[in-house]
Nanobody, 119 residues
Framework: QVQLVESGGGLVQAGGSLRLSCAAS???????VGWFRQAPGKDREFVAA????????SYSDSVKGRFTISRDNAKNTVYLQMNSLKPEDTAVYFC?????????????WGQGTQVTVSS
C-alpha cells in the first residue's frame, strides 16, 4: 500500500502563490495522481489530476488557469502550483492515486496540508 504525504501549505494573501508537494513511499504512484481539497463544513472535492507521463491533465473549473499539476516520477512526487489564490481556495489539500481518473481515490488518505488564503 502506498503512503502519501502532503506538504507545502501555509497562509498566503489573496493573489499569492503556493506550491504543494505529494510524496509517495512504500510503493510508487499508480497511473494517475490527483489533488483534492476539503473546506470546513464541505465535502472533499476534486481539484486536479495527472497521468503518469504528464500528457493528460484535468482540472476543476474553479482552478483551471490558476493551478498547474505536475509530477516527477524519479522523485515519486507530484506537485500542485497554485497561483492567483483566492479566499475560497482555503481548504485542507490531499492527494491520492489510482489506475484511472475515475478510480483515483484508491489509496488511503494522508493528513493533508492546510492552505489558508486571507483577503
Amino acid at each position: 500500500q502506498v503512503q502519501l504525504v502532503e506538504s507545502g501549505g501555509g497562509l498566503v494573501q489573496a493573489g499569492g502563490s503556493l506550491r504543494l508537494s505529494c510524496a509517495a513511499s512504500g510503493r510508487t504512484f499508480s497511473l494517475y495522481v490527483g489533488w483534492f481539497r476539503q473546506a470546513p463544513g464541505k465535502d472533499r472535492e476534486f481539484v486536479a489530476a495527472i497521468s503518469r507521463g504528464g500528457q493528460i491533465t484535468s482540472y476543476s473549473d474553479s482552478v483551471k488557469g490558476r493551478f498547474t499539476i505536475s509530477r516527477d516520477n524519479a522523485k515519486n512526487t507530484v506537485y500542485l502550483q497554485m497561483n492567483s489564490l483566492k479566499p475560497e481556495d482555503t481548504a485542507v489539500y490531499f492527494c491520492n492515486t489510482g489506475p484511472t481518473i475515475a478510480t483515483i481515490e484508491g489509496a488511503s488518505w494522508g493528513q493533508g496540508t492546510q492552505v489558508t488564503v486571507s483577503s
